[in-house]
């Protein structure tokens, strides 16, 4: 298996990354550490990167140049099982049960009414308002969502996918639809800790408030459990509005 790996890694391209040389304070390119592994000690003059095997329970699914691999999702959540248990190059792939969807965060029940019926619940307007009051902000731009996007961690959106949402979709949509195509690029990652993640990252970059503020509301919904299951239907309610896209590139 390593054998294997490394005659891959041979015929490839190694991706690179500089670190000044504390003994001579030159800059040197150094060589990442593959997936499954990390950085045990940084390229000197002469000595390539050493790099040591992830810990148990710990992965690293990309080349890096970090001296850590990633904590493995110790537990899926509610109505999902496992599908593919973390290694060192993956982490723990959760799915929903038999009877259910994922969409965004939630595992949702497939339910259809019937033609001419429907579910009539008084706080569910009230619910909806309060929803769309959260994941609302007209004014921002298409540098707040493409700062947004590079701020997540996994495969990120590409900013051609971006843009298109922009031209196609309201902008009272923009932050549910983009979260929501992230999540179908990154189904195994936790998005709760995604958006904790890109908020310190937009933070230390200085992003505008606006952005800063909207994620943090939704962060809040989507963290906190008891409150998500009043939220569901109104978020799930959103993502498949099909005023947004029109192709089947969006519609999953």
């Known amino acids: ?58 992965f690293a699914e990309q080349w890096h140049w970090g001296d850590s691999c990633q904590h493995c999702t110790s537990v899926c959540k509610e109505r ?24 965004v965060e939630f595992c949702v029940h497939h339910t259809a009414c019937l033609p001419g019926s429907g579910v009539a619940v008084q706080d569910v307007k009230h619910c909806e308002r309060k929803v769309n009051r959260c994941a609302s902000v007209k004014n921002l731009t298409l540098e707040d969502l493409l700062l947004l996007m590079d701020s997540l961690p996994g495969e990120k959106v590409s900013d051609k996918d971006v843009r298109a949402l922009v031209h196609s979709c309201p902008s009272q949509r923009y932050i549910i639809q983009l ?26 970059k200085g992003a505008r408030r606006p952005l800063l503020k909207i994620l943090k509301r939704i962060s809040r919904i989507i963290s906190v459990s008891s409150i998500h299951r009043m939220y569901e239907k109104m978020i799930v309610n959103m993502i498949q509005d099909n005023t947004c896209f029109k192709t089947k590139l969006y519609n999953d």
């Open 80 to 103: 999902q099982i496992v599908r593919r248990e973390c290694n060192s190059t993956h982490d723990r792939l959760c799915e929903c049960i038999p009877g259910y969807h994922l969409v």
């Open 179 to 204: 979260l929501h195509l992230w999540k179908i690029q990154n189904g195994g990652q936790d998005l709760a800790k995604a958006l904790s993640r890109s908020l310190r990252k937009l933070r230390s």
């Open 1 to 58: 298996m390593l054998f294997a790996m490394s005659f891959a890694w041979a015929y490839q391209e190694i991706p690179k990354y500089q670190h000044r040389d504390p003994l001579t304070s030159k800059v040197l390119l150094c060589e990442q550490c593959p997936p499954g592994t990390a950085v045990e000690r940084h390229c000197r003059m002469g000595e390539p990167t050493i790099c040591v095997h992830c810990p148990e329970k710990h």
